[in-house]
C-alpha cells in the first residue's frame, strides 16, 4: 500500500497517510484540528537527488574533453 503525504492547510499540520490505490483520490482529515483543508504533497524527494548527483559528474567530465577538442 502506497504512502501519502499531506499537509493541512488550517494548522500547519504535516502528516503521512497509508490508503488503498481506490482512495488515493480521497482528502483525509488532518489528524489534529480535523479540518478537510488538507492537500497531498507530491514526494520528489528521491528523483531530486538523483538528478543533481547525475549533473555534478557530466560537468566535471565535460571540461577536460572540451580542452582537448580546441
Ligand atoms: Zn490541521
Known amino acids: 500500500m502506497p504512502f501519502y503525504e499531506y499537509r493541512c492547510n488550517e494548522c500547519g499540520e504535516a502528516f503521512e497517510k497509508m490508503m488503498r490505490f481506490s482512495e488515493s483520490d480521497r482528502i483525509p482529515a488532518c489528524p489534529k484540528c480535523e479540518s478537510q483543508n488538507t492537500q497531498k504533497k507530491l514526494s520528489k524527494v ?17 571540461g577536460p574533453s ?5
Do not use: H, I, K, V
Open 66 to 70: 572540451r580542452g582537448g577538442f580546441s
Open 46 to 62: 528521491a528523483s531530486f537527488g538523483t538528478a543533481s548527483s547525475d549533473s555534478a559528474g557530466a560537468s566535471s567530465s565535460c
